[in-house]
Every structure is written in structure tokens, then in C-alpha cells.
RNA sequence: GCCGAAGUGGUGGAAUUGGUAGACACGAUGGAUUCAAAAUCCAUUGCUGAUAAGGCGUGCGGGUUCGAUUCCCGCCUUCGGUACCA
């Protein structure tokens, strides 16, 4: 019998597919005992396309296949789970143009990868498949988005909490004390205040809290394409496809507060088994930075304000102390506040006030900002202190409010009245924006900035402002102005792309304005420039241009002056940006400190003065969530009264309607605003519609949330689905999480660092947090396979000719390179010319100059694999050809697993002749009376001691390769074993069929076909694995090399039971030795039993 | 710029703790078999030299060591990630 691989492999794989073999047991339903110790191995699971696998794709598979395979021999129960990421961009765009339903596309494109994957003969559990897109699937994608919902982040205890705990803490200690993640713009409010929300104004709190958010963000909108793009979808201010214009534009979206798990994320690397350079990827997008957030106070406004406006960290003026003492007094009104305070904060007089508020240097009773009134109630207090109240009453007055005062009499005599004079003042004030109310982000009247070097305050000669900064249209001068606005102009044009891009360059604008120096009180000018990003830290920083070269640049281009503060520092040519050992100098207190105690001193002395805090900065940011997409998982939320509610459990999942156009709607709304019947299942209404959810009693007036959630929504968690996948009560069993707890061996390709492998280790520990898991990490060990590469053919077309050159032609030659189709080409390089004519017809007619021999030699050339390039090498055909088992050990012989390399399927007869060799190991040779056929024959003798030897030697390495996942030297283990095997014609059992279980995780079918024969009736995937055995190893000699200065010149075989004495003895009276002598005497002897001689000359 | 990985024959790569550099393959050359081809088998194959002796050789320049692909210092190149991150 020949190794007929095509006929071994179809029935094995028809065998496995038959008797469920690489089903994995899971616990809890009866026998849940003897299951034995998981191990649980997964591939990162593939998005369906449409071009099907190349041979790149499966190369992680395999190796993920060999070691589950192995694990299996090893008494494991493994988890070898695959699916389908689903949910994606190719389907719906395929949709827009065909009109074609993804979810059509996306089943084909499954059946075929389908196919593809079986014939490689993988050790795949499919009854465990998940696909993303499947309702029962997304059903508990939607569950979890509903439990983040339903979160918030607590720092205190650094860790997720249900919301409804935080609706206790509001009630009965308000916000002040809560540390949890949450916006920039909550204000503080008493449990009192709380208490007195209405239950909207609550909700509206609590969005700011919840885990999963709406927030505005700004985004690239394309209104002609009807949808956002993302940065690298924009190419000179235009849509990359159709080139059409796109503008920022500010969206509510919903955000995910995966920057609240900072600090976890981080800290948790190094608890798990993944490459430095992984983690390092993952540290760095992180971008954990500890310093200080420092304010610099305003000394100039345009309008002529002398005084500075002081924010809530200024401390000179005292207004901490005075923040501190608003907030008392809210929590101990009069009277007459708290009746006032009850109507006004009713929006009776439709406007919204704020109770002891700052304004400037004075707590009012009450502010209206969007109107600019300011409410005093005088107690008795207020009778002794007339003239002063006159004076605040000005001054306030001064920067654009109106005061009315009241008496706590009147308020509490006729409150009527006074409503009524405040709603005349009310109507006469005029309306001042949103925008100017609010105070701004750095802070009321400061910059404020975020530093790493705080120590090197007073090296600051400058500040500068990201163009974006709400300041800057503030502080502006008009002699400044309309330089200052020309900048944030053209600035505003350039893409954050471009503005990356273009580094060397440094511009910026002079405000004109300055800001006063914490500690020396100096003016400090305050510029614009774009080196500044608006997104990272505050959009301001402090320049200190002898410790920071893009500072230093800056100050050098526009002449500002340098100031150095370090000792010894050399700051004539550069920026001197050292940290340890260096001293600091020229800075008042800190002078002659070290870099850390002058960090440190230097915070301390900005708390003192109320300037400045130690603070640790991320650039981790929160996740957007939202697409105006259609093929992805509906989000399961509506809307009353504006305000987002989250679907009632029992409703999911939400499923994905129905839609005619995969377009936007007219009105620019996504997709599913196209949707007219929605699948609903509250009360048995199957299927409803948009407007018949609105007048339901859910809806209020309000409609379901159009926008789908992103791809990375149902990768995120898909690990734990594996688990226990039908489960329909909760999304993994109890006993199924607590059995597999997490992924033990998790291969896949490195593009994913920052995506999915971050935000999966985010939901991970939040699941966690919320009792749902039992692990903190998704992913104990973490493999990333490297790319395969394309072998491109290229063919010469001369200049302007119609003639195609041979490439030892080209010499200097003026010649077009075009790709041909790789499989036109054989393994020495070699065109098929008539072939190439046929696939490209243009070149029907060209002449062709051939090497001398009558050869056309392409020319190669390593590119990424892809179909434009015409090098492409498919599977399906490897597997026809060769057989998947010659595919899958060379797959795994081109290279180390997780390096880059080129694919050449010449190569690949080495591997196939080994495996025929293999195969022939069990089998006679052909008399020529038999015609030639083999047949099996294996002995039942016992085997040589060279043959024991052989196959100890090959179960040690190869056992040792796989457990260091070094795949290649094992397929070459097994094939020097094969070679020498075969030099001892080796045909004994007591050999073979160990040898049938060792290659059996690489080469399944044959193993499989070779195990039967040898009269096993179970399956080889449960065989024991060999046992290695030292004693067959046992050497009584050694081969020394022998070296003069460490040149080997020739071996001796010594025995090894000589001493050290003995060796030198005898290495030396040989004649070779003798004669590298040549009458010299060695200076030196080394000897190392066992390993080598070297002798000294 | 920063972070990470890597530079070894014509090619893919091996040498796992400092100990015979180039295992195992591909390709190439010569041969056997065959009418011929495919397949198979044998031999040679780092460079140089003459098929010898010898010399050179793991990106480059130094160093440590009896001995360095491996360790140290300084460069160069390639690939991957990331970026005016304050």
C-alpha cells in the first residue's frame, strides 16, 4: 500500500466528525466526575470574509491544534473551541453595493471557511461554535452592556459596583464623599439635595457615573457618506472613499469608562504569561505619567480686569476656604433659604439657580448664570455690615450680574412677591450662553497644566495653550486677536493627521496675555501652538525650555528666554532632559535638591499654596461604543423623556430589524432608522414598530436607541461563551466558570495588542467585579504568531515595448516589474509562458526574451500575502496536492512560531518525502513478484538498541519543543528520527508505535491510519503519550572535540569515566596533537569532561 | 524620537545554561534507475584555495574569556508598535 494521504485523510476526518472525538466533557450534568484537569486552548477566533483562508491564516491554528492534541495524550480534557467574529464592515458595505443581506454574505462566507478548516483536520469541539451575530449569542452581549450600565467604578474599594449602591450613598451622604470614576462636569450636591432631585434630574446624575455612558464626543462625519470615519479614513481633509469632505462634529455617543480600569490594567500584566514586547504595547497605550496638576493663575484679561479671576484651587485670596464654606452653608440654610431655595429649585420660574455659589471672591445665596442674576437673603447679620455688602454688591455688579436682595422677612412673609421681582429681573436680564456660563475645564480663572517635572517649576519662562483651548479666546488681547484667531484657523484645517505628520515644523501665536508664576509671581506669557494637543492632559502646558526640547525649540524659534536650572547641565544646544542624579538649581527652595526630593517639595509647596496637586495622568481614554452601522449588535436601550433606560431583561435580546437600504436615513439618522418592525417580545408583541414602541408605556414618547454596538463588543467576552455555549438562563454556568476559569494558551495575531486584548481584559475584571466571574484575566498565556508571507513573481516588461525580459536580462535596462500569478511559476522560478498569456491576455501578443536555456526566470520578491499582489497560496489546493498532514508540519517547519516569514510552497516537498518515509517505516518493501505495492509489516521483535535510542532521543526534544512551542526543530527531531530509523531498518512495534503517538498532535491522519493498522481499535487521540526514558541515552563515550586555541582541529572518542588527568594524558601523546604542537609546549590544558578539550599555545 | 524584536550559506532556518557554527530542509551540481519523463536513490554543496595544506567566516568596531552566534560597551541596518503624551 502507497501513503494514499487524500483517501487517509477524508475518512479520518469523517471518523472524527462521526464519533463527536474532540468533544470536550464539561461539569455539572451527570457523570461530573472523572472529567480529569482542564486545559483550555483557543485561537482567536476569524472574521468570515469573503476571499476564504490563505495559508497564512491557519498557521496559529495549527499550532494552537498540536498542543491541544498533545495536552490531550497527556490525560487533559481540553477545550478547543472555534467561531465566528461575524458582526463587520465587509458584510454591510458588500450589502450596500449588492443589496444583498450580510447575514446571507456572512453564512456563506462561514460554510466555506468552514470547509476549508475541516480539511486541515483540525481538533476543533464545533459543538461549541459561537458565532457574533447570532441573536442567542448577542443576546448576552447586550446582557452584559446592561450591566455595565448598571455600574459605576468605585476607587475606593477598585472595584465595579451596582448603581443602585450608589443611589444609597447619594441619599444619605450626597457625592463629596464618593470617590468613583465618573465626568469632568459633576457638581457636588448634599444627600439633602439628592434626596430633592426629581427622578429625571437623578438619572441624569447617575449617567455621569454609569460605566457605560452617553457622552458628547467629537467625531469625523461624513454627511454625503452618512456616517463617522475614523482618522485613517481621512486623506487631506476628504473621505478616503469618494473624496468627500468631512467635518468635526460633536455626536452623543455612548462611551465605555474602560479609564477607570487603568491602573488595574496596568498592574495586572505582570501577573500573566504574555511576551514583554505585548504587555509593552499595552503599558505604553496605557500611558500611565505621575507628576502634577499645577495652576497658573490669569494676571490679564482683555476687558481690563486688573484682578485676576481665581479659581477653586487658588489659595491666595482664600477662595478655597471659601468653597469649603459654601459648602457648609449649604448644608445649614436659614429659613428663608430653604424656602426660597424649594421654589427656585423647582424651575418654577423656568430658569435653573445655584445655591451658595462662587462668584469671583463672594459666596452669593443664589445664582442664575444663564441669566446673570445673583439672589441675597440678609439675615440679621447683614445690618452691621451695610456698607461692605455695597461694595460686594458693585463689584459683583461690575462683572456683568444683577443683584437683588432680600430680607429674610419678606421671604418668609410673601414669597409670592418675591418670585415675582425676581421673574421681572429674570425677563429684563438678557441670555447668556451655555458656553460662557460654564466655567471653563482648567479651571475657573487659572490654567491649569499637567506636568511630569514639577521639580522643574522654575524653569517655566512660558506657557502654551493646544489652539483649542476654551482660554484662549478669553485671554486674548485685540491687538493679539486677530493674529491669534488667523492661527486657530488655519490649525483647525489641518487633520490631527497631518498635524502628527508634520512634527518639525514650530508655529504658534503670542496671546498676549500672561499668566503669574505659583512661586516667583512673575508674568509668565501665554502662547497658542499645535504641538499642544487639546485631547491630552489639560490642552495646556507649562514650558520649561532647558528641560524639554520641544519647549526648547519653541523658545529658540521665537526667542523666548531659557532659563537653566540644573546644576552642571549643558543647555547651549539642547534641551538636558536627565532625571536621576541631576541637582537643581536657581529655584529658590529647591535649590541643590536632587530630581525625586525636589519633585516631591515641589508638590508640596503647590498644595500649600492651594496651586497644585500630585496627580497621575493616563492616556488610556474612554472607548467610544456607538457605530451608525447596521450589521452589528443593537444596543438594548430606549428612551423616555430623552433619557436613556436599559431594556428589560427578560426582552433580550433585542434583535437586529429588518431593514430595506443599508444606508442612513434621509435625516442622517443610522441605518436602523429605517427599521419598521422591530422583534419585541414583552406581553407576546412579537414584532412592533418604531412608533408603536413610542406610545407603549415603556417608550413614553421616546424610541430605541439606533446605533449599533462595534466589533470588538462580541470578541470581548466570546472565551467565556465557549464554556457552557446553549446555556439559555445565563451566559456561562456556575460550574462551567468555575471549572475552566480562563483561557490557559490563547494564539492569535499581534494587530490586536490594543484593541480586543485590551478591552477583553477590561470586561473581564468587570464581570468580575460584579460576581459574574471568577478571573481577573482573560488570557493566562498569550502566543502571537507571526504573518505569513507572499513569495511575489514578477515579470519585465522593457520600456515602452511590448516585450517581457527574463530577470537576468534586466541588467540596466529600463523595465516595468508586473506581477504574475504565482502559480504560473515552478520551483526553479520558471514561468509557464503560455499560462501567463492565457491569465493576462494583453500580453498575448509580447515577445518574450528567454534565458539562454529557453527559460523565463521570474524575478521574487517577499510582499504581505494578498490577492492584488497575485501570490496568494490557497490550502484547499496544498491539502489536494500533499495532504493536510504535509501542510500542517509545514506550516510549522518554515520557522519560529511567532516570527515573519516568506511562504515558499517549493519548499514543501521535504516535509511531504518525510511523511512517505514515515509511512514507509511500516510497511515492506515491494518484491518485484508483488507488482511493487508495500504492505504493512511491522515486527513484534524486539528493537535494536540504536532504534530504543532513536526514539528516546526524538520523545525527549520533542516533548521539550512543544512544551516551549518551538514546532519547527520538533519537525525536524522527527525527521532525523525517520532518517535513521530508516538507515537501521527499524520495523519493530516496541519503536513504531510510540512514534505513531509522538507525531500524532502534527501529522493526526497518518498517525491515525498508522495506529489502526498496528491493531488499535480506539482512536489515537486518546493514546498515552511515550514516556521519555533516560537509560536508552546512556553513553559509555564521548566524542571530544579537540581545539588549540579554541580552533577545533579534530575529535577523539574517549570513554567518560576518565578523569580529567587521563584526558589530557591521552589528547596530548596523539599524534594530531603532537603534530599542532610542533615541538611547543601547551601553556595551558583546559579540559571539560564531557564536553571539550582546549589546548593553549 | 521612544519602546520592542531581529541581523548566521544561494533560500527557510538550527545551535535551549559561553564549549565541534551552518542541524533539518529547499535550491543547485554530478551520478544511478528509465526508451524518456515523473518518482525514487546515492554523492557534493559556507567562502577562498587546486579536489591539498592553510586562511577567512554568525551586520560593523572594540572588550571580557582558554574558548563568544551566545556576555559587556559603542555603532549600523531591517522589521513591528507608538508618538509633538507635557
Known sequence: ???????????????????????????????????????????????????????GHPLGYIASD????YKRHKGFNVLHPQGYDSFGLPAEQYAIQTGQHPAVTTENNIKRYREQLDKIGFSFDWSREVRTSNPEYYKWTQWIFIQLFESWYDHEQDKSRAISELEEIFASEGNTKVKAACDDDVEDFTAEEWNAFSSEEKQKILLKYRLTYLAETEVNWCPQLGTVLANDEIVNGVSERGGYPVVRKKMTQWSMRISAFAERLLQDLDKIDWTESLKESQRNWIGKSVGAMVEFPILSFPEGEEKAQRGYMTGGNNSHLLLEKARENRNDPTDAERILWKHLRNKNLGYKFRQQHLIYDFIVDFVCLSKRLVL???????????????????????????????????????????????????????????????????????IRVFTTRPDTIFGVTFMTLAPEHELVKKITTPEQKEEVEAYIAASAKRSERERMADVKSITGVFTGAYAEHPFTKEPVPIWIGDYVLAGYGTGAVMA?????????????????????????????????????????????????????????????????????????????????FSRQRYWGEPFPIYYNNGLPHPIPEHCLPLELPEVEKYLPTEEGEPPLGRAE?????????????????????????????????????GSSWYLFRYMDPHNEETFVSKEAKQYWENVDLYIGGSEHATGHLLYSRFWTKFLKDRGYLTVKEPFKKLINQGMILGTSAFVYRLEG?????????????????????????????????????????????????????????????????????????????????????????????????????????????GVHNFLKKLWKLYHSSPSPSEGGENSFSVSDEPASKDSLKTLHKTIKKVTEDIENFSFNTSVSTFMICVNELSAQNCNQREVLEPLAVLIAPYAPHIAEELWSKLGNSESVVTAVYPVYEEKFLV??????????????????ELPLDIS???????????????????????????????????IVI
Not at 425676581?422 to 429684563?428: C, F, H, K, V
Request: net charge negative; proline share 5%.
Open 66 to 69: 498540536i498542543y491541544a492534541r
Open 544 to 624: 520649561v525650555p532647558c528641560g524639554d526640547q520641544r519647549d526648547y525649540d519653541f523658545a529658540k524659534h521665537f526667542d523666548l528666554p531659557i532659563i537653566n536650572i540644573f546644576e552642571n547641565a549643558d543647555i547651549s544646544e539642547e534641551a538636558f532632559s536627565g532625571k536621576e542624579g541631576t541637582v537643581i538649581a536657581n529655584s529658590d527652595f529647591l535649590s541643590g535638591l536632587k530630581y525625586k526630593e525636589a519633585l516631591q517639595k515641589a508638590i508640596l509647596e503647590l498644595e500649600k499654596l492651594g496651586l497644585g496637586y500630585g496627580k497621575t495622568n493616563y492616556r488610556l481614554r474612554d472607548a467610544v
Open 376 to 446: 441675597e437673603v440678609d439675615g440679621g447679620i447683614h445690618d452691621l455690615q451695610i456698607e461692605e455688602d455695597e461694595n460686594r454688591t458693585a463689584i459683583i455688579e461690575s462683572k456683568g450680574f444683577k443683584v437683588l436682595r432680600f430680607k429674610n422677612a419678606e421671604v418668609i412673609g410673601d414669597i409670592d412677591a418675591v418670585l415675582e421681582k425676581i421673574e421681572t429681573a429674570l425677563s429684563g436680564q438678557p441670555h447668556v450662553s451655555e458656553k460662557v456660563q460654564k466655567a471653563p475645564p482648567s479651571g475657573a480663572g487659572g
Open 801 to 909: 515595448e511590448n516585450v517581457l525580459i527574463s530577470k537576468n536580462l534586466v541588467g540596466k535596462n529600463a523595465v516595468q516589474p508586473i506581477h504574475a500569478d504565482v502559480s504560473l511559476v515552478n520551483s526553479s522560478d520558471e514561468l509557464d509562458i503560455e499560462g501567463f498569456k492565457k491569465w493576462r491576455p494583453e500580453f498575448a501578443d509580447s515577445k518574450f526574451l528567454t534565458e539562454e536555456d529557453g527559460k523565463y526566470v521570474v524575478g521574487r520578491e517577499v510582499e504581505k500575502m494578498s490577492k492584488s499582489k497575485y501570490n496568494v497560496v490557497n490550502p484547499d489546493d496544498i491539502c489536494e496536492n500533499y495532504g493536510a498532514d504535509t501542510l500542517r508540519m509545514y506550516e510549522m517547519f518554515l520557522g519560529p512560531l511567532e516570527q515573519a516569514k516568506p511562504w515558499n510552497t517549493a519548499g514543501i516537498t
Open 1035 to 1052: 553513553e559509555s563515550t564521548k566524542n571530544y572535540p579537540i581545539s588549540f586555541n579554541g580552533k577545533m582541529r579534530f575529535t577523539m
Open 1060 to 1094: 580529567k588527568e587521563e584526558i589530557e594524558k591521552t589528547v596530548l601523546e596523539d599524534e594530531r596533537s603532537k603534530s599542532y604542537l610542533s615541538e611547543a609546549t601547551p601553556k595551558k590544558v583546559i579540559v571539560v569532561p564531557g564536553k571539550i578539550v582546549n
Open 1 to 55: 500500500m502507497n501513503y494514499n494521504f487524500n483517501e487517509i485523510e477524508a475518512k479520518w476526518q469523517k471518523y472524527w466528525a462521526d464519533n463527536q472525538t474532540f468533544k470536550a466533557k464539561n461539569p455539572g450534568s451527570p457523570p461530573s466526575e472523572g472529567l480529569g484537569e482542564a486545559y483550555y486552548v483557543l485561537d482567536m477566533f476569524p472574521y468570515p470574509s469573503g476571499a476564504g483562508l490563505h495559508v
Open 677 to 713: 418592525k422591530w422583534h419585541w417580545d414583552e406581553k407576546n408583541e412579537k414584532v412592533i414598530s418604531q412608533e408603536e414602541f413610542e406610545s407603549s408605556p415603556l417608550g413614553g414618547g421616546g424610541g430605541l436607541e439606533l446605533n449599533t454596538m462595534p466589533g470588538w463588543a
